[in-house]
């Protein structure tokens, strides 16, 4: 042991089946430290988004390191934060809080862990015109992530209609006119799109079921997962038994733990050696 320690946390609603917790403590071991991450559950404790300053200020005083933010708290904790890296105030969404210093900076390793993701499962396929499903805190990163990838054309549904214009214009700004637009179902644009990403819980446990109708996926459409659990969703099972290259949320959610594990600690961690964890976590 080095005797450096490291107290870290992930604050979100329904999220005791997160395996955050032990890719970070079992890659902290192998870094010589005394990793302890903490679930600070919303759903378990009874409390909602409005508890979010209150259960930072708490996680200060117990000396946090760090806190992961997952849904529904990526947007609203914002306003609770002294900076914000280049890319979370670019995105609007934070997935990682560092404390240190007395200061509380918000970081987005989403989208990066997306990214990463996506180049090594899908590589070659066709970014010329995608379809994202949902644009909340984690639809915001991937958003980015599809364009930085260099998605041409990025048509993005969700069911609250001014969220999807919201980011559309963001990343507008961002990438340039034309790059991304709102549309107000996905049954007209699928058909003429290359590839489906879905950010909804839609597949999850608790939203089972397909986030589109089956008839809209064909054989050269690639689908893409954030979800990882469970691994494989209806949307997966359905788009590899008709031939669709598709890709799972397990990328997504090893690499954004890589990110954060960097932040927290200011060690570069082995992704290989995480990565076997978090395959041997799901087998």
Known sequence: MSGKSILAGLIGSGIQASLTPRMHEQEGARQGLRYVYRLIDLKQLGLDVGALPGLIEGAERFGFDGLNITHPCKQAVIPLLDEL????????????????DGKRSGHNTDWWGFAEGFRRGLPGVDLAHVVQLGAGGAGAAVGYALLRLGVEKLSIFDVQAERADELAGRLCALFGEGRARAVPAPDAVIP????????????????????????????????????????????????????????????????????????????????????????????
Not at 85 to 100: F, Q
Not at 203 to 218: F, I, K, T, W
Not at 239 to 265: E, K, P
């Open 85 to 100: 890296s280049p890319e979370a105030a670019a995105i609007g969404a934070v997935n990682t809080v560092v404390l240190k």
């Open 192 to 283: 003429h799109a290359h590839g489906l990403v879905n950010t909804t819980p839609r597949g999850m446990a608790d939203y089972p079921g397909l986030p589109v109708a089956e008839n809209l996926l064909r054989p050269d459409l690639w689908v893409a997962e954030i979800i990882y659990f469970p691994i494989e969703t209806a949307l997966l099972r359905t788009a590899r038994a008709l031939g669709c290259r598709t890709l799972d949320g397990g990328g997504m959610a090893l690499f954004q733990a890589v990110g954060a594990f960097a932040l927290f600690t200011g060690i570069e961690p082995k992704a290989d050696d995480m990565g076997a964890d978090f395959k041997a976590m799901l087998d």
